[in-house]
């Protein structure tokens, strides 16, 4: 069934690291003669190209990319920033075109724009700075054990690898006594354009190939120079990811090369489990698997018919 006559539609294109959707976006945005949003949060930064896998010059040369590299990771940017500031790009865009491509990989990014962000309560600030000290004298993975225990349904959904979401779900639990995830109001904000989401998949073991030989590549290509030379922004959100962490590691002398580099992996393919446990509990997504440009392509064209 098409969708309603000359809809403005987003077509968000989601999936796990690694799958391809950086390639299909361009696919569509050329069929559709019309332009791209990323919601990558880490793509957004300039100094972040190699380790968050940026398009590259000659793909941004194909289609007009909006939100890649148009930040200093010395700014500081938050989720509520974007989903402003997108809306805001978006909402321009469509005074010229009827369709808009956004990608990325980051789900509650891509959330922000399509249905709007959850209300949480503020906290003290002293509870974050616990938190702070917490994580320096005792690790990450003592903070991981207490969200385990005290919000099992938001610890299988999360990155419990990246300690700024686990620290902000605890920040909420302890500043209130009730579970980070009993504040996500799952409502949809109206928005004054249609979504649909296309998923890219594959088998596991093909998503965890293609993960492993893009790491590789990302080495080859100069990861641990970009790393070398973000030492003085360690701190910053962005850089307590996947990619940049195991690689900090490394340079303080914790851990070997080879080691830090099968912990990206091991890591990439731990993120992308949970991307796609992500995308699955949403009915809306439309399925394709990652090879099926053609076949995705005739969807978008018989939905805008």
């Known amino acids: 069934m098409s969708l309603n006559k000359n809809p403005k539609i987003l077509w ?9 959707k950086t390639a299909l976006s361009i696919e569509l945005a050329k069929n559709l003669k019309t332009e791209i949003i990323s919601c990558d949060s880490r793509q957004f930064y300039k100094e972040l190209k190699i380790g968050t896998a940026a398009p590259s010059s000659e793909e941004l040369s194909l289609v007009t990319h909006h939100f890649i590299g148009n930040l200093s990771i010395a700014q500081d940017y938050s989720v509520g920033d974007f989903e402003k500031d997108a809306l805001r790009k978006i909402n321009e865009l469509f005074n010229k075109y009827d369709q808009l491509i956004m990608v990325g990989g980051s789900g509650l990014y891509e959330k922000a724009v399509n249905e709007g962000l959850d209300n949480f309560p503020d ?12 994580i320096q004298e005792k690790g ?32 909420i639990f302890r500043g209130t006594g009730k579970p980070y995830s009993s504040f996500r109001k799952n409502l ?8 649909v989401k296309i998923g ?7 998503i965890y190939d293609r993960i492993n030989k893009r790491v590789d590549l990302m080495m080859e290509k100069g ?26 590691d490394y340079l303080d002398g914790n851990s070997s090369l080879e080691f830090a580099i099968d912990e990206i992996k091991k890591n990439s393919r731990r993120y992308a489990k949970r991307q796609l446990t992500w995308y699955r509990r949403d009915e809306s997504v439309n399925w394709f698997d990652y090879q099926s440009t053609q076949e995705i ?9």
Do not use: C, W
């Open 223 to 248: 990861l641990l120079e970009e790393v070398i030379s973000l030492q003085s922004y360690r701190h910053k959100n962005a850089l307590q990811t996947v990619g940049y962490k195991e690689l900090f």
């Open 140 to 171: 990450l993975s003592y903070l991981q054990e207490e969200l385990k225990k005290n919000d099992p349904e938001y610890y299988s959904q999360v990155d419990y690898n990246n300690p700024v979401r686990v620290m902000r779900a605890l920040e």
């Open 123 to 134: 906290i003290d600030s002293k509870v974050r700075e616990d938190l702070m000290v917490e």
């Open 12 to 20: 968000s294109i989601v999936g796990p690291t690694g799958i391809g």
């Open 297 to 305: 392509v005739d969807f978008v064209t018989e939905k805008i018919r």
């Open 200 to 206: 890219l998949t594959a088998s596991r073991d093909l």
């Open 188 to 195: 949809v904000e109206k928005r004054n354009f249609t979504s």
